[in-house]
């Protein structure tokens, strides 16, 4: 009745254009309040038709009304949105989509307070009271609202389930334990509750220790992110000092030179003009003699020019010159040779050498050179199968121990000391030696393609035992999106096309192995040199039900 009387009281005073609460409002002169923004626009519409109508009553106005605030309208919409205010928390009470509702409340349902193991319901606060007050219902167990109490109810007989059998691995009521599950390992669920509460408790610790752990190797790895930085850093710098030397030291060697072919030249060049001046003198006597005789040849007179002929002759100048004469540019051709021959020289020291510098800087790649296509790969291709003593409990094999599947149920396996007991994993069963190749079909939402030394230890959860978790197995994980490679409870995101098919190479004596993309060309993930101390065996983890693993026969 209340909320009926809200909802109508809410109508009363809300705009008819909007139907929000009314803003601002204000009244026609038909007598129909509304928010004056609302009516403005409206009647901004209505402009092109010259007449304004009224949205409720449909009245016409020639000219557009003039409009006033409705002062105890307003004051009568600011008191109702105070009491919705002051209602707010009290609707806090009632049940949203995502809380648990009060199974008894029979019209608004409110949030329950708790659940009753018992009862197998929800109760609010005022529904819950019988449960404080009556004896009988005070030894019922009240837990936090869940939404998933229905779930402890037994499906076939109707019956609370409050034991738990350990053969088939379910909850079951006590007609179940009389019935289908007769003779079974049964315990009560409180029981299989502080079992596997103490279960969860030491996985909570590993996983915490794995947390510290990580915590610890992610220090490391900043730490050895600022060495590696620091150290490039100097390196750069060092090499640009080195180099700038190097370039301040040939270009003091050409200006040197330089400078002596300058002087050479000028020394040259003086010499050549001396010698030039000389000769430009004796061209101009030479010339000046040359007038006199031809004056002389016209003397008309014997006796005059025998005489001055005979005194012209004694005055006579050597016209003999001793210049050798050379090409042009032939000058420092030895010299720009000689250079060149530097030049060639340099090149060839820094070219050698500039070789061993990137050497150190980048990898040789290690790999044989026949290793360069999958067909070079097959050449070392080995069968693996699977160690039925290694593998899970949970882990199934098939197809001649050669694939792997993980299962809800326990597989039939009996006691065997390799087996590991603690980590969804299995061995094969031939070592590996020399240089190996296989590959691996994978299904489902993550698995592991591991290598690792034979003395991996089996049993428990610790790191010990885990592939990649130390320093005894190498892995990578595998999932639709992306690749993972761990070593020693360190990670390293991988790079590379997607695959549900992976090769592996491994090559004991170099100390190689390689993880492949195969589809319709191989691609290289990710490559490890390292130094095998003890024979190797291909492995596989995998933690999703359904998910599976094949080796491949090639």
């Known amino acids: 009745m209340e909320q009926q009387e809200a909802e109508l009281q809410t109508e009363s005073f809300s705009c008819s254009i909007c139907l929000d609460l009314l803003k601002e409002p204000v009244t026609t002169s038909c007598g129909h309040s509304y928010c004056w923004k609302c009516i403005s626009k409206h009647w901004d519409a209505e402009e092109e038709k010259h007449s304004y109508s009224c949205p409720q009553c449909r009245e016409t106005f020639i000219r557009r009304p003039d409009l006033k605030k409705n002062i105890m309208l307003a004051e009568l919409v600011e008191e109702l949105k105070k009491n919705r205010r002051q209602d707010d928390p009290v609707d806090e009470r009632f049940a949203a989509a995502e809380d648990v509702a009060c199974d008894v409340c029979t019209e608004r349902k409110l949030k329950a307070s708790k659940s009753c193991l018992n009862c197998v319901a929800s109760y609010c606060e005022k529904h819950l009271q019988p449960h404080h007050e009556s004896a009988a219902l005070k030894r019922h167990k009240l837990v936090d609202p869940s939404k998933k109490i229905q779930e402890t109810i037994c499906s076939h007989h109707d019956e609370v389930m409050k034991m738990f059998c350990r053969t088939d691995q379910q909850c079951i009521c006590i ?250 994993q299995v061995l094969s069963g031939e070592s590996l030696t020399g240089r190996c190749y296989w590959e691996v079909e994978w299904r489902g939402r993550g698995v592991e393609i591991v290598v690792t030394h034979k003395s991996i230890s089996r049993a428990g959860r610790g790191r010990e035992c885990g592939f990649g978790l130390n320093d005894k197995s190498w892995m990578l994980e595998c999932s639709p999106n992306s690749y993972t490679f761990y070593h020693n409870n360190i990670y390293t995101l991988v790079s590379g096309p997607q695959s549900s098919r992976i090769g592996v190479y491994v090559d004991h004596t170099a100390g190689i192995l390689s993880f492949y993309s195969v589809s319709e060309t191989m691609t290289l993930l990710h490559r490890v040199i390292t130094t095998f101390t003890e024979p190797l065996y291909a492995g596989v983890c995998i933690y999703y039900y359904g998910d599976s693993v094949e080796f491949c026969k090639l």
């Open 175 to 424: 007609i179940c334990s009389i019935e289908e599950h007769k003779d079974h390992d049964m315990v009560s669920a409180a029981t299989e509750k502080t079992e596997k509460q103490r279960e969860l408790q030491e996985r909570r610790a590993d996983i915490y220790k794995n947390i510290q752990d990580r915590e610890k190797d992610v220090e490391l790895l900043k730490e050895q992110e600022k060495t590696i930085k620091l150290s490039a850093d100097q390196t750069v710098e060092h090499s640009e000092q080195m180099f700038t030397e190097l370039i301040r030291l040939l270009q003091q060697r050409s200006s040197e030179l330089e400078k002596e072919v300058r002087s050479k030249q000028q020394t040259e060049v003086s010499a050549v003009r001396a010698l030039q001046e000389k000769l430009e003198q004796e061209i101009s006597e030479l010339k000046k003699r040359d007038a006199e005789l031809q004056q002389l040849s016209h003397t008309e007179d014997h006796i005059q020019f025998v005489l001055s002929y005979s005194s012209l002759s004694a005055l006579s100048v050597s016209t003999h010159s001793s210049i050798i004469h050379r090409g042009p540019g032939s000058c420092f051709e030895e010299v720009t040779a000689a250079v060149s021959e530097l030049r060639e020289h340099l090149h060839k020291v820094l070219m050698e050498d500039w070789n061993k510098v990137c050497q150190t800087v980048e990898r040789v790649d290690d790999l044989p050179s026949e290793l360069r296509t999958r067909a070079g790969f097959l050449k070392y291709s080995q069968e693996i199968t699977l160690d039925p003593n290694t593998v899970y409990r949970k882990l199934r094999l098939s197809e001649g121990n050669r694939k792997v599947s993980l299962m809800r149920e326990y597989q039939l396996h009996p006691d065997h000391p390799d087996r590991f007991t603690g980590w969804y």
